[in-house]
């Protein structure tokens, strides 16, 4: 219990209700009440006959109901970011679009949230959310360089090398002849050995495709 003077107590007019212990006489007692939207019983207040200190103890004030939610008006939205509605589907594990009501961390935020209601206004209690921190994502690591062959030295009027630009150890690709040219195509192989020696460059394996002219073009215009 606390020790004041026979006069009102010093309390939070937000929550208590001392009004009938202003003028307190010795002898006489009041009563503490809790103020809407708080609820629970009222506790005593005693004036000894000396008239010198009152003893009195705190009622046990709750909020009824639940606390209010701040609304858009209020500006008070910053109160929600880190925070998310906890979805009904996550809840019973069925497909929902409803919310449970309940509170949860948000995407990239982590911990248990805790309610608090707080003042938000003089005389206004708020919902306020706590406990949900930002959780830095952890960086990337590093990629390898990505390992390619090289393409051969080859006559570009003759030898069409574009399906084996950007081969990876271990594949293959056909080297062609270029028209008016024919030929068969030979295979290009990047060896597999390259990326276990952990080799940055290494040239294609290749033989030269036989690449010949059916029938020489007479020249336009004939000279």
């Not at 002898?27 to 629970?40: A, D, Q, V």
């Not at 080297?175 to 192989?189: D, Q, R």
Request: hydrophobic share 35%.
């Amino acid at each position: 219990q606390n020790l004041l003077r026979c006069r009102a107590p010093s309390l939070d007019l937000c929550m208590f209700n001392a009004s009938s212990c202003h003028n307190l006489q010795p002898g006489s007692s009041c009563e503490l009440r809790c103020l809407p939207p708080f609820f629970g019983s009222p506790t005593v207040v005693h004036c000894p006959a000396n008239g010198v200190n009152s003893y009195w103890s705190l009622p046990h004030c709750q909020l009824l109901g639940n606390c209010p939610e701040p609304a858009a008006s209020t500006g008070k939205l910053s109160w929600l970011q880190g925070y998310t509605r906890l979805a009904a589907a996550d809840a019973i594990g069925k497909d929902s679009n409803e919310s449970t009501g309940a509170w949860q961390c948000a995407k990239g935020y982590a911990g248990m949230v805790v309610e608090h209601c707080s003042y938000i206004a003089p005389c206004v209690f708020g919902l306020s959310l706590s406990g949900c921190t930002f959780q830095e994502s952890p960086p990337m690591p590093a990629r390898s360089p990505r390992l390619t062959c090289t393409l051969p030295a080859g006559d570009p009027c003759r030898i069409d090398l574009s399906r084996c630009e950007g081969v990876q150890p271990g594949m293959t690709c056909e080297v062609h002849c270029k028209l008016p040219f024919v030929g068969h195509p030979t295979v290009a192989v990047c060896p597999a050995s390259m990326a276990i020696a952990g080799q940055q460059q290494q040239q294609l394996v290749w033989s030269l495709p036989q690449c010949n002219l059916e029938k020489c073009v007479d020249p336009q215009p004939v000279p």
